[in-house]
């Protein structure tokens, strides 16, 4: 969106505001008519106000727009340290331009390089010079969209600062009142009272992501068991941990005698703590989600009227996107109000057709429902965005949902309770209850076909997905035959174009040169094998499975043959596929045969012109280890030679099918 538009819908709304204030002042059909629809017309602007007001194009006095490399900093969230790298968010608050400070807007993710175990903090002010550079999209196909996760924030730059080109200025702006630096501080001491009675640090970091959704600690290895298992909303606090919470807030209140005059305490007490537990675990989605919803229970049963599950969620979802409008491109956003939405539909259909009497069964009965119902409406949008389905998330469910439960029934008591004893039992008792969980998940993802792992559904097929559920739901709470009849003619449009996809799709030959940046990465698939050349150490290695592991996971049905190159040396290579010969380059000593592809790396470029006479080839390709000086530099010499070419520095990935090099 351009400035002129964006002033132009900040003049629409003002004046839309007003009339349609002047419109409910009126009487007869210009109220009915114009104060509704111009009610509508304003909710509509104003979010696009929200959405776009701190985009860097619309902003006038944004730091991106003033040409230097001196800034001042406000940390805006906790620093998140990694060996010796510290990571956060900021905000701009000025620069120096020749000299004179700027006050400026707009903010930035940074990454500083610390000597020292972590000197920063939230509200701290920092002084940096550096240089600013936009995020980059992501090179490869399937890779995670890391610009797009920080555009939701309204970060759209990033540095990386050395230490001796940054310090610390002030650090009295943690004394003004913030409330989110007071929920940080309340999480720290909560998490620095837990430490003690917790030994291993895995134990801890699962624990503290339990209690407060802090998760930045955590294993990879740990992580992927939750994710494979569908059970990965445990680590994110949402609905169930403020569900817990409500509840051992409403036993320990409910024990106690009220007088009449003070009725009203319990009410505030238990608003109070859950909206305190929020902005303790950060405010996302999720758990507002979950605290508005709550909120309208506590004052639906205070001043006993009847409560909509159904009509709180909606009510939840405007308020949250009126003051946030880009939760609503937010996966947790999307996923977490889906779930809600299939359990308050889905489940009592479910409990209608398995009738129980006895408490236990009726328990299990109950967990399974809300199991299938979370799962049946946010399955289609998994597969949209990471193409996979978690085979038993039932059984890892009902086997991690009470344990977690009691976590974190034993966490909240621990954090209040003063007695130390007391907590070194509680807190043995937690960490075997982790031990125990991490045990079930990990078991379960070893099992086979325990995630299955397919192409990402592309939108028709998500909206065709939707469209059929919510046709049956309704058909069969209706009774209504023809919405059978339209949601089986969705159905069978979704066979019909999952068919034709895997028979376009089934013998395709695929080849890729990855851009892993100084590393080289080759992939060839056929027929769900794969073959993976690279200059990286293994398949496993943490820069491959960023950029390409996920689209290779998916690529192939057996188990990827990998080939590791030396990349340190300057060596020659010359790789025979069935589509063709492909030549690395990186020295110019000897000679080498013809070869249909060549792949220049480490700037090589003298000596380059005779080895491609030598080779000719119909394509050459300068990968990311070349500078970007010479890959300019090489490519116009390629221009100028008659050679297709292919520069892959800062942009995306050579991706080719179904044709002959």
């Known amino acids: ?52 007001r701190e985009a860097p194009l619309v902003t006038i006095n944004h730091f991106s727009h003033i040409v230097t490399d001196s800034y001042v900093v406000k940390i805006i969230e906790e620093p998140k340290v990694k060996r010796d790298i510290i990571r956060f968010s900021a905000e701009v608050v000025g620069a120096y331009q020749k000299g004179e400070f700027v006050e400026t807007t707009g903010r930035l993710m940074l990454s500083l390089k610390s000597g020292q175990k972590n000197p920063l903090q939230f509200g701290d002010l920092l002084w940096l010079k550096g240089q600013v550079k936009k995020i980059a ?34 650090r009295k702006e943690t004394m003004a009142f913030s409330l989110t630096g007071l929920a940080l501080q309340m ?47 445990v680590l ?35 608003w109070s703590m859950i909206w305190i537990y929020a902005f303790i675990a950060g405010l996302d989605p999720p758990i507002t989600r979950a605290a508005i919803m709550v909120s309208f229970v506590l004052c639906a049963q205070h001043f006993k009227r009847s409560f909509s599950t159904l009509n709180s969620l909606i009510i939840a979802a405007l308020l949250i996107l009126l003051v946030v409008p880009r939760a609503v491109v937010d996966v947790g956003f999307q996923l977490s109000f889906l779930a809600v ?78 007695i130390q004893g007391l907590n070194d039992l509680l807190g043995f008792l937690l960490e075997h209850l982790i031990a125990f969980i991490l045990y079930c998940l990990k078991f379960i993802d070893h099992l086979a076909f325990s ?81 993976v050349y690279s200059t990286f150490d293994s398949l496993q290695s943490r820069g491959l499975q960023y950029a390409c592991g996920r689209e290779i996971q998916l690529l192939t049905r057996e188990k990827v ?29 000897g000679t080498m045969t013809h070869a249909d592809l ?36 090489t490519k116009r010499m390629l221009d100028s030679l008659g050679i297709q070419n292919y520069l892959m520095k800062d942009n995306f990935a050579y991706v080719w099918d179904k044709e002959n090099l």
Not at 137 to 148: I, L, W
Not at 251 to 257: T, V
Not at 463 to 481: P, R
Request: aromatic share 14%; hydrophobic share 45%; charged share 15%.
């Open 598 to 633: 060549v792949i220049v790396r480490k700037n090589l470029l003298n000596g380059l012109p005779r080895l491609l006479k030598q080779i000719r080839p119909k394509l050459v390709i300068l990968d990311g280890s070349n500078s970007m000086e010479k890959s300019k530099h």
């Open 137 to 170: 999209p992501p090179f490869n196909p399937m890779e995670f969209d890391y610009r797009q996760y920080l555009e939701r924030q309204h970060i759209y730059h990033e540095a990386f600062v050395v230490v001796g080109r940054y310090k610390l200025i002030s």
């Open 451 to 531: 995630t299955i792992k397919v192409e990402p559904m592309g939108l028709e097929l998500l909206f065709l997905t939707y469209f059929a559920l919510f046709s049956f739901l309704y058909a069969f709470q209706w009774k209504d035959k023809k919405y059978v009849w339209l949601g089986g003619c969705c159905a069978i449009g979704i066979l019909l174009i999952t068919a034709q996809k895997y028979l376009e799709n089934r013998d395709v030959e695929r080849f890729r040169v990855y851009n892993t940046k100084h590393e080289l990465t080759i992939g060839y698939f056929k027929g769900g094998r794969g073959i």
């Open 1 to 52: 969106m351009s400035l002129h538009v964006f002033q132009c819908v900040q003049q629409l709304l003002v004046v839309l505001v007003l009339m349609t204030f002047c419109c409910y002042l009126l009487k007869g059909r210009i109220r009915q008519y114009g104060y509704i629809y111009g009610y509508y017309v304003s909710v509509v602007l104003f979010g696009i106000f929200q959405f776009w």
């Open 341 to 418: 939405l299939g359990m308050t539909i889905c489940s009592p259909l479910i409990e209608g057709f398995l009738p129980v009497k006895r408490p236990i069964l009726r328990f299990l009965r109950d967990a399974l429902a809300v199991s299938i119902a979370a799962q049946l409406l946010t399955t289609p949008l998994s597969l949209y965005y990471f193409g996979q389905f978690p085979t038993y998330f039932l059984v890892a469910n009902l086997l991690v949902d009470f344990p977690s439960t009691l976590v974190m029934y034993l966490g909240f008591i621990m954090t209040i309770n003063p």
């Open 236 to 270: 994110s606090v949402s609905g169930m941990h403020v569900a817990v919470l409500f509840g051992f807030l409403a036993l320990i209140f409910k024990r106690i005698a009220w007088p009449s005059y003070l009725r009203w305490l319990p009410l505030i007490l238990l």
């Open 561 to 589: 043959q990998f080939v590791a190159l030396n990349g340190r040396e300057r060596k020659n290579y010359l790789v025979t596929l069935p589509l063709g010969r492909i030549a690395i380059l990186s020295h110019t000593g």
């Open 187 to 233: 999480r720290r001491y909560f998490l620095v009272k837990l430490r003690p009675h917790i030994k291993r640090d895995e134990h801890f970091a699962i624990a503290s992501a339990l209690l407060y959704g802090s998760r930045s600690d955590i294993s990879a290895e740990s992580i992927q068991a939750f994710t494979n298992t569908g059970t990965i909303h």
